[in-house]
């Protein structure tokens, strides 16, 4: 099993910027892709991209490309998403997830931290 913290969220004016990151604990060596997600109210959760532990394996989703900065510290055993130029609609709960091959479906979740972005 994996356990994952996600940290940093908050309140930010649009624009702005925030770095999340997602602590992973357990057995990570069968997870080795960490994925992040975000869930908007009223809306299906959205994939955002996901990287392997090792950083050698990385793929963002088309609605965050050049906004959205995944990496990884596999010997920390953390995984980031770096967001700038924030805007309204990136109003959502984030989550980091685990999987066990860059394409199957995560079977590991975090708890979700809650970013706001105010105009």
């Known amino acids: 099993q994996v356990q994952l913290v996600e940290t940093g969220g908050g309140l930010v004016q649009s624009g702005g910027s925030l770095r999340l990151s997602c602590a992973a604990s357990?057995?990570?060596?069968?997870?080795?892709?960490m994925g992040w997600y975000r869930q908007a109210p009223g809306k299906e959760r959205e994939f955002l991209g996901i990287?392997?532990?090792?950083?050698?394996?990385?793929r963002y989703a088309d609605s965050v490309k050049g906004r959205f900065t995944i990496s990884s510290d596999g010997a920390r055993k953390m995984v980031y998403l770096q967001m700038n130029n924030l805007k309204l609609e990136d109003t959502a709960v984030y989550y980091c997830?685990?999987?066990?091959?860059?394409?199957?479906?995560?079977?590991?979740w975090g708890q979700g931290t809650q970013v706001t972005v105010s105009s």
């Open positions: 997830a685990a999987a066990t091959t860059r394409s199957s479906p995560p079977d590991s």
């Open positions: 357990g057995r990570t060596y069968s997870r080795p892709y």
């Open positions: 990287i392997s532990h090792s950083g050698t394996y990385l």
